[in-house]
């Protein structure tokens, strides 16, 4: 019989492809009878979120624990970190899984003065981008960098979710001098089901975090561009929330798309599916965004840009690739438009994108990461 863990993860925002992740890892670790808990921010994430937190509960025999964490460095980070450390510390974790910039820094220091009072706690970190989205150049992403090469050493195990990210770790932070693994992001049985776009769908879909990282800009200037290519009104639905949503829909009023463009709040990704017949993933940055699977799977054809380990779902000879530029988006969704079955022909087939990104292959190999580095 398996050894049953006590397993808590720690990652500040539950929102997006950080929270996804976590929420699989969670599911398929209860599933194999380990004891499992989530610490978090508390002022980030609304009624979809919370509605996501009340499904989990049931499983997590360590529980959900909430509390203000800040996403910059700054003096209110000692407190946060206190109270953090105060709930990890109760919980009693012989794994301390941090995910992203913040949870990462915390579940290494804080794991690692659990052992200086003679616990057993195996230190594991998964970037998920994070700081590695910080130009190594910059005074900020010198000063990031340098912490994650400090936090180093106090880290047991490192996964990274993309070849790119991994590449990106060794270029600005340097080869991981602890063990390390490529575990890439995977999904459940049932997310490859087809879902068919309801009678009446908009022409495209923007699904995710209202912030300018995720390009929601680039999306709103391609859709006035597409527009002027083909002679024709098109139609879009934008999905999520964020700080930042009162200035897109500004943008959309300023560009005379006000009354194409309907924005909604977050949702289930394959009930967003059903609103639009293509789906856009504009990014700047990305590490392996469970969005471009989540809509492939389901049958959606789509557009991303090639950052992160985009290409490394797609290929990097992909039609559906371009760069985060809105004149070159523009021309590509132009391109989809004028011929949509050829253009979902091209997509990844179903049965590579089923063996390369499964959540149960996810799930065991990061277990087994977790023993490996308890027995050393």
Do not use: W
Not at 126 to 136: I, K, Q, V
Not at 318 to 325: E, H, I, M, N, T
């Amino acid at each position: 019989m398996t050894q049953k863990l006590r397993i808590v993860h720690c990652f500040r925002s539950p929102v997006g492809g950080i929270f996804r992740h976590v929420r699989d890892l969670t599911e398929a670790q209860a599933a194999a009878g380990h004891l499992v808990g989530i610490v978090c921010d508390s002022t980030t994430g609304g009624e979809f979120e919370e509605r996501l937190f009340e499904g989990l509960k049931p499983n997590l025999a360590l529980g959900v624990s909430r509390t203000p964490m800040q996403r910059h460095i700054g003096i209110g980070d000692i407190a946060a970190a206190m109270r953090a450390y105060t709930i990890i510390r109760e919980l009693q974790p012989d794994v301390l899984h941090g995910h992203g910039a913040k949870g990462g820094v915390y579940s290494r220091m804080f794991g690692s003065l659990l052992r200086v009072f003679r616990s057993r706690v195996a230190r594991v970190y998964t970037a998920h981008g994070g700081s590695l989205h910080y130009d190594e150049r910059t005074l900020t992403g010198k000063l990031f960098f340098g912490l994650e090469r400090l936090m180093a050493r106090f880290t047991d195990y490192i996964f990274f979710v993309s070849e790119y990210e991994r590449a990106a770790y060794r270029r600005k932070v340097g080869a991981p001098n602890r063990p390390s693994g490529l575990v890439y992001n995977g999904l459940r049985e049932g997310e490859f089901e087809k879902v068919p776009a309801a009678q009446g769908a908009a022409d495209f879909l923007y699904i995710g975090m209202m912030r300018d990282l995720k390009g929601p800009d680039i999306f709103i200037d391609a859709l006035a561009g597409v527009q002027a290519r083909i002679g024709r009104k098109v139609t879009a639905v934008m999905v999520g929330d964020g700080e930042d949503l009162a200035r897109y829909r500004a943008q959309a009023a300023r560009l005379g798309l006000g009354e194409r463009v309907r924005f909604l709040p977050s949702m289930p990704a394959r009930l967003a599916f059903t609103l639009a017949d293509m789906v856009v993933v504009p990014s700047r940055a990305e590490a392996m965004p469970y969005i471009v699977l989540e809509a492939l799977a389901a049958g959606k054809p789509m557009i991303a840009t090639e950052v992160g380990g985009i290409p490394e779902i797609f290929g990097a000879c992909s039609v559906a690739l371009v760069r985060p530029d809105a004149s070159e988006l523009a021309a590509r969704m132009a391109q989809a438009l004028s011929d949509p079955p050829a253009f979902a022909a091209q997509m990844p087939d179903s049965f590579d994108l089923r063996a390369r990104f499964g959540a149960g292959a996810m799930a065991a190999e990061i277990e087994r990461a977790y023993f490996a580095t308890l027995q050393r």
